[in-house]
């Protein structure tokens, strides 16, 4: 049929067939677009059962107008035979691109195949033949899902199987192969199916003939995915083994809930952070209820850019100090404060020649780009154009002709390594996941940090250090640092690019320098300050640069790369957080930042928002007391390095506010009594461990000294006179007049005050299961029913004391409240906007605390650092 005119279409070419139709290329010569026209085999154009069931397809898919369906455009007939008109897609088919080369990748697609089933089910439509020869990826990395040939429509006619089988026979649910009447779920268990697929390369069920298939999906469980992705995460793990349940009551009953799991999954698939901080007001790890202490990665906060330049005298901002060690200041070195037209800002890059810094900023739309300007002053010139959500550190090429970036397109996205020309252009991703990229001083290779994710939410990952060619090739594991991160990390090419320097940080959260020799993998440390470390940067001149609150406020220190006696370089009042050098010592930047912190109220729709404290702090976890009337709050130092955290308590207009915890602790968690007598908080000593975690009694008027209850954290009250502490993977029941604790529920479930006595919620911490549960129960130990996830790993939510629901943001701006007993989602609101986190719902569920941070910020240069 090439070349024929039919109606108006002119056939180019023939793009398929199979066994419900034959594909061609077509020009629509009205409206002059490329079409594709989908006709019957020839000799079924006269069958009745295959004319309705064509017809049907073009009904089921004519009804829904989704980017990731593949569009209808008309139904017509010429010269005796039909034929649907439709959306042309130039790309391939999901067959020809299996296995997916990128986890991430797959994630998206899988993103997207699930917006088109939601679709779908939605509009009561069943597809019954999802399969990888039915999605198609565009050129524009978009999915289309296609041939709606199968499809079950609410109140049509029930499809006949003829010669062979409705569907394909390895991408069927257990109820379809058994003749039950299907519906959306059995299309989640064929989109479990792709998905497994798209992962691996294979199906999970398979086998020589048709009968050994059907045995296969009805009685065998797939190959683990971790045979074939060994560092899949344990919610990827979780879905997969959800959707392919063969009870359909045990599977996701709608594609709503697999979207729900596979957008989050999307946001957190590499969790990847300069430091790992806990989430919000409910348990994903063992400190989250922590303030804001370092660098928050993809969530930092405002920087004030400053006006004016100014030569300033050195001496009063520079400390000198003649190191023993032959490190050599210059007393007449000279800094300078550049002008920023930015009112946020991030880590900085200085050229190698010293003329030209580089930088990320946010501009006045809220959308984030890569800065270029030159040292001796200027405008600062665009290099991106990506409007990014959020980008962080950046490293200027050896030859300035690119910038290595972190870049972040989507809130809740995993940050990017990315790579641009100087001068501006289209950038390109040079890692899916990662940050803090650095170039190897001969500019052939680019570094970059990745952590290694952990089996379970309270087990700790690994710190990876990767390199890859600037043209995306040859990606390759440098070594990994099997201590998990508890800090800032940052790392520095040695100067001909055979040895790394990075931060390694212990299990009590301090940091120290530690060096490693690339070709033999030994190590020296540095540092052994137990204190916290920001920044490593390693000079020509043989000397390692690196920030620590060593005295006490985070500044610049350097000490030689083959070890001896730190040398401070700076003893400014405000924190350094950043530094570069230039390639022969004698221009030096450096960012300055404090954190800060205000605590504001809204009504539950995010309205009537008003801000209660003035002073500048740093604070978390501020929760309401039970009759409104006060504020409880964790805070800290302005200096985002600083680790000493305490407890204090205010009225809620922010008057009458008094500290009640001091000396060198962390305190980590607080909350209120039901009858608002007693706050009990988790805390623990600066140089402890995180596990040395101990739980406190404090009374809320006429406070006196704390009482020690117990060994643990994550307290919580189930009543007046008890409360529950999470402590070796179990939780138990403490009386605050003493006595011996009960456990409360069984092994790895953090149990929450519930809504009623016949229920409880937990937040299990095995693996493959981790999430928020609720189950009903006829005592404290044993469980009736099945238990049911409420909400996912990873996801920051709060709610009332009570637990009735629990509220979350989602996107930017979107507030949801998801009830308990229900499980109803609704929109309520907006949420406040920039920096702004959910930290607590008043007892009568009417009001939100709410913290909103900003990191006022300097760009510094220094000229002629050292002798």
Partial sequence: MTGKTISHYKILEKLGEGGMGVVYKAEDLKLTRTVALKFLPHGLDAHEPERERFLQEARAAAILNHPNVCTIYDIAEADGQQFIVMEYVEGKTLREIVPVKKTQDAIGYAVQIAEALKEAHTHGIVHRDIKAENIMVNSKNQVKVMDFGLAKLKGSLKLTKTSSTIGTLAYMAPELIQGEQVDARSDIFSFGIVLYEMLTGHLPFKGEHEAA???????????????????????????????????????????????????????????????HRAAAAVPLTAEAGVPVLQKKPWNRALWLGVAGVVTLSVIAALLLVPGRTGVRLNPDRTSVTFPLPFREIQYPSLSRDGNWIAFPAKDEKGKWDLYLMNTAGGTPNRATNVQASYLDAVDIAPDVSQLAYVCQMEPGDAPSVRLVASQGGAGRILADSGIVPKWRPD??????????????????????????????????????????????????????????????????GYGEVIVRELATGEERQLTFDKKTVDEVVWTTSGMVLFISDRSGQSNLWVVPAGGGEATQVTQGAVPILAARISSDNRTLIYLQQEAVGHIWISALDGSDAHQVTSSDINPAGAAFSPDGKQISFIFSDVDPLHNETHLSLMDRDGSNLRQLTS?????????????????????????????????????????????????????????????????????????????????????????????????????????????????????????????????????????????????????????????????????????????????????????????????????????????
Wanted: glycine share 6%; aromatic share 8%; hydrophobic share 35%.
């Fill in 213 to 275: 298939i059907v045995y296969s999906i009805m009685n065998e469980e797939p190959l683990p995915l971790k045979n074939y992705v060994p560092d899949a995460q344990s919610e990827l793990l979780h879905i997969l083994d959800r959707a392919l349940e063969k009870d359909r009551e045990d599977r996701y009953q709608t594609a709503q809930d697999m979207l729900i799991d596979l957008r989050r999954l999307k946001k957190d698939s590499v969790r990847v952070s300069r430091e």
């Fill in 443 to 508: 500019g052939k290779r680019i570094g970059y940090i990745r952590f290694r994710q952990p089996s379970r939410p309270s087990t700790p990952g690994s710190v990876e250090i990767w390199s890859v060619n600037p043209d995306g090739t040859d990606s390759r594991l440098e070594f990994t640092d099997p201590v998990p991160p508890r800090g800032p990390i940052a790392f520095s090419w040695s100067p001909d690019g055979e040895s790394i320097a990075w931060v390694r940080n212990s299990p009590e």
């Fill in 663 to 867: 000396g060198a602790v962390k305190v980590s968690m607080c909350v209120w009594s039901p009858d608002g007598k007693w706050l009990a908080y988790s805390a623990r000593g600066l140089k402890e461990p995180r596990d040395s975690s101990r739980v406190y009694l404090i009374r809320s008027v006429n406070p006196s000294p704390p009482r020690l209850l117990c060994k643990g954290t994550w307290p919580a009250w189930p009543d007046n006179e008890s409360v529950t502490v999470w402590n070796e993977m179990k939780t138990l029941r403490h009386s605050i007049r003493g006595g011996e604790a009960t456990q409360v529920y069984r092994d790895s479930a953090l149990v929450l005050p519930a809504p009623g006595k016949k229920q409880i919620l937990f937040y299990d911490n095995r693996g493959g299961r981790e999430g928020l549960w609720t189950v009903a129960v006829d005592s404290l130990r044993n469980e009736v029913g099945k238990a049911r996830l409420l909400i996912p790993p990873n996801v920051a939510f709060t709610g009332p004391p009570d637990w009735r629901f629990f509220l979350y943001r989602k996107g930017d701006n979107e507030l949801r409240r998801l009830w308990t007993s229900s499980m109803k989602e609704e929109r309520i609101g907006r949420a406040l906007p920039g920096n702004a986190t959910m930290t607590h719902v008043s007892a009568d569920g009417r009001e939100i605390l709410w913290i909103k941070y900003t990191n006022p910020s300097k760009l510094v240069l220094v000229k002629d650092l050292f002798e």
